[in-house]
T-cell receptor, first 117, second 115 residues
Framework: AQSVSQHNHHVILSEAASLELGCNYSYGGTVNLFWYVQYPGQHLQLLLKYFSGDPLVKGIKGFEAEFIKSKFSFNLRKPSVQWSDTAEYFCAVRTREFSGGYNKLIFGAGTRLAVHP | NAGVTQTPKFQVLKTGQSMTLQCAQDMNHNSMYWYRQDPGMGLRLIYYSASEGTTDKGEVPNGYNVSRLNKREFSLRLESAAPSQTSVYFC??????????????FGPGTRLTVL
């Protein structure tokens, strides 16, 4: 079965530190990749997405992610985090495998990021 | 443009009680979804509606029913709540599922506790 792994469940950083959150998936076919962010008390918001083309994707708020097909990875990065980046981050993968007519969107378990001033 | 809205935001139920979670979207999306979010497990799909008039089971449908009332609204019903249904419930919507580039947009969530 397809799965999405986010290896870091909790990350604590100081402001201005660099961030990299890992995301690996298990599926050998074509995938679409997403990162969502959930700020405290808020809903999930789309940070960025990859469908095809340039494997380095830039999203909102200075975030970027790189799709490395050979490593089945889609890691999220930000060169310098801010206190306002404190949130939970979810990686999601959509495969082309239909399940009941639905291209499944599979979420990772999430990574909680805490940024200290 | 409110996006995806959900009511209520919080709810406490006793075991065996029933309730309906409401979801509405104003983005003219064809497809809608219900997820539950549990610690350490990410989001799991409960039910989805590819288009108005159709609904299908997701990964964890047991104990739930849904109604796609019209294009805008998609409700989730718990007929007899159980403590295992304590969770945060998210509604989402997207362009047509047949669109290979559909993107899901989420509502603010409902935090449900079943005692």
């Amino acid at each position: 079965a397809q799965s999405v792994s986010q290896h870091n469940h909790h990350v604590i950083l100081s402001e201005a530190a660099s961030l990299e959150l890992g995301c690996n998936y298990s599926y050998g076919g074509t995938v679409n990749l997403f990162w969502y962010v959930q700020y405290p008390g808020q809903h999930l918001q789309l940070l960025l997405k990859y469908f095809s083309g340039d494997p380095l994707v830039k999203g909102i708020k200075g975030f970027e992610a790189e799709f490395i097909k050979s490593k089945f990875s889609f890691n999220l990065r930000k060169p310098s985090v801010q206190w306002s980046d404190t949130a939970e981050y979810f990686c999601a993968v959509r495969t082309r495998e239909f399940s009941g007519g639905y291209n499944k969107l599979i979420f990772g378990a999430g990574t909680r990021l805490a940024v200290h001033p | 443009n409110a996006g995806v809205t959900q009511t209520p935001k919080f709810q406490v139920l006793k075991t065996g009680q029933s309730m309906t979670l409401q979801c509405a979207q104003d983005m003219n999306h064809n497809s809608m979804y219900w997820y539950r979010q549990d610690p350490g497990m990410g989001l799991r799909l409960i039910y989805y509606s590819a288009s108005e008039g159709t609904t299908d089971k997701g990964e964890v449908p047991n104990g739930y029913n849904v109604s796609r009332l019209n294009k805008r609204e998609f409700s989730l019903r718990l007929e007899s709540a159980a403590p295992s249904q304590t969770s945060v419930y998210f509604c989402a919507s997207s362009e047509r599922l047949a669109n290979p580039r559909y993107t899901q947009y989420f509502g603010p969530g409902t935090r449900l506790t079943v005692l």
